[in-house]
């Protein structure tokens, strides 16, 4: 099946200091990648989409000048969180559409991320 | 966008009875609706899923029932075990490609 991973699966980082987390699809291309966050006891919230070869697109209230996303490859997208504050200490989770006609989406294992 | 509804938030049942999870949905442009089990600190694991084209789909204890009409889509989970403990998340999508529009999540919780 579809396998996508992430990198790292947790990071903790100083305040003002920025991190990037990978996610990366290992058997399979993805042109399309999908970012998402999700606070403790809440819900996963999409923050922007991440298109190969193009510029990302990002939900309304999400910065995109803070939350860099970069799709270099067909296997690989990175998200840079700039100038982290305490507030953007999150579940950071990606995911890519199912090959052919299928319609699932596949998650990578997540990203925990703690700014002190 | 698509705004996807979800009750309860918490869920108790005795272990074997069952649990029934609600969802309604905004954008009639969705056509697959996913059922997702997350348990702490790990992905979304997809349990079943449904499309447009189908009233009903079963999956041994698992079932999901969607009425395109009302908008209305619903998680069944009979002979419910210890393990069944969790939070589920339904979703909507319009199709493949296409972002996930998650509900607000159902915690759960099986009580031996």
């Known amino acids: 099946g579809a396998v996508v991973s992430q990198h790292p699966s947790w990071v903790i980082c100083k305040s003002g200091t920025s991190v990037k987390i990978e996610c990366r699809s290992l058997d399979f291309q993805a042109t399309t990648m999908f970012w998402y966050r999700q606070f403790p006891k809440q819900s996963l919230m999409l923050m922007a989409t991440?298109?190969?070869?193009?510029?990302?697109?990002?939900e309304q209230g999400v910065e995109k000048d803070k939350f860099l996303i970069n799709h270099a490859s067909l296997t690989l997208s990175t998200l840079t969180v700039t100038s982290a504050h305490p507030e953007d200490s999150s579940f950071y989770i990606c995911?890519?559409?199912?090959?052919?006609?299928?319609?699932?989406?596949?998650f990578g294992p997540g990203t925990r991320l703690t700014v002190t | 966008g698509e705004n996807v509804e979800q009750h309860p938030s918490t869920l108790s049942v005795q272990e074997g009875d069952s649990a029934v999870i609600k969802c309604t949905y905004s954008?009639?442009?969705?056509?697959?609706f996913p059922w997702y089990k997350q348990e702490l600190g790990k992905r979304p694991q997809l349990i079943i899923d449904?499309?447009?084209?189908?009233g009903e789909k079963k999956d041994q204890r698992i079932a999901v029932t969607l009425n395109k009409t009302a908008k209305h889509f619903s998680l069944h989970i009979t002979e419910t075990q210890p393990e069944d403990s969790a939070v589920y998340f339904c979703a909507a999508q319009s199709g493949g490609y296409q972002k996930v529009t998650f509900g607000t999540g159902t915690k759960l919780q099986v009580i031996p």
């Open positions: 991440s298109n190969e070869g193009s510029k990302a697109t990002y």
């Open positions: 449904i499309r447009s084209n189908v």
């Open positions: 995911s890519a559409p199912g090959q052919g006609a299928s319609y699932e989406q596949y």
């Open positions: 954008d009639s442009a969705s056509n697959y």
